[in-house]
């Protein structure tokens, strides 16, 4: 997978199984700058669309890759920042369903662009779209998601809600939560409206797992996504899941212990952000971050903060 620019994994994903990342969009660009983001800050925070790469390339990848015929839940569009920022996502998408039928296809959106039509109707072929919503005022949306000016929560919690009636595939809502913030019972009531309002197949809760691009981010305890979880099940009928940690599975994709190998050998000698690991390797953020991610839970890295990022280390 190392050759590859566009494509990542095929990593065993908490919430898709074992799914091969499209990668749609270069390091960073995304219309939201989320404190909790596992890629650090937006560099490139627009909503305008382009279409970035020639869609040639990526969908010469995509065959190269395909080629093998692996064994895959998903093929997903996620990525070091927003898919539908690629205005040729259509294309592309119809391509996997054109000659990858036997596939499933999933996008990982923040659900910003889904308040535009053209975005919303190119995104209908995808068999499952994970949008995410953390916070339903403008004011804790402004601190958590820390949009770019001008962006509205309300137009997005419309924009999820016209996706719920135009679309027949299933929605799994993220919402991440932040304690102190998107957890207080004022924001969590608002939100639980809007969820029932967009009226997804299932929502699904999530919390830090490694540090994400502000140091003052804290992962919400089992205990407090339980107790938040039976909070939203009052009025919401669909399932509530509090996304389950995955254990890092050797086997699955024998190239991810070539790769934790790689990391260990590399942050033993010289302390390395992701982005360092993922230049230095030449190995996708997003794999890269999936690894780090549960090494960290294992308790084998050490994580230190400092102007340019997160360092790793690895604990003797
Ligand atoms: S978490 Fe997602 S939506 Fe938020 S800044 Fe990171 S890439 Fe963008």
Redo the contacts with the bound molecule.
């Keep these: 997978m190392m050759k590859y620019k566009h494509l990542f994994g095929p990593v065993a994903s908490r919430r898709l199984g074992i799914s091969l990342g499209i990668d749609l969009v270069p390091y ?1 660009y ?5 404190v ?4 650090q ?2 560099t490139h925070l627009q909503t305008e669309r382009q279409r970035f790469f020639p869609t040639s390339e990526i969908l010469s990848e995509l065959d190269s890759f395909m080629q093998s015929e692996p064994h895959l839940d998903f093929i997903t569009f996620s ?4 898919p539908t920022l690629n205005s040729s996502i259509s294309e592309i998408i119809s391509h996997v369903k054109t000659h990858y039928r036997e596939y499933k296809l999933a996008l ?1 959106t ?1 659900g ?1 662009l889904l308040n535009n039509d053209e975005v919303l109707s190119e995104i209908l072929p995808c068999d499952v779209i994970l949008p ?1 919503l953390d916070a339903a005022s403008q004011d804790v949306y402004e601190k958590v ?2 949009p770019k000016a001008g962006l509205l929560v309300q137009d997005q919690i419309k924009g999820l809600t016209r996706l719920r009636k135009l679309y027949r595939g299933q929605i799994w809502l993220e919402v ?1 939560i932040v304690p102190g913030i998107t957890d207080t019972e004022a924001e969590l009531k608002l939100l639980r409206s809007a969820i029932k309002q967009i009226s997804p197949d299932l929502v699904q809760l999530n919390s830090l797992d490694r540090p994400g ?1 502000e140091d003052w981010v804290e992962a919400a305890s089992t205990e407090r996504l339980k107790e938040i979880k039976r909070y939203m099940s009052q009025e919401l009928t669909m399932p509530i899941e509090i996304i389950a940690k995955i254990k890092y599975q050797p086997g699955i994709n024998a190239l991810d212990e070539e790769i934790v190998h790689l990391i260990k050998g590399t942050i033993s000698r010289r302390p390395s952000t992701a982005e360092d690991l993922s230049a230095m390797l030449d190995i996708h953020i997003n794999e890269i971050s999936k690894i780090l991610r549960v090494l960290n839970r294992e308790g084998k890295l050490r994580a230190e903060r400092k102007a340019r990022g997160v360092f790793y280390s690895w604990k003797a």
Excluded: D, H, M, Q
């Design positions: 960073k995304c219309p939201l700058n989320c909790y983001c596992e890629v800050s937006t990525g070091a920042g927003e990982l923040n910003v995410s998601n820390r991440f691009a």
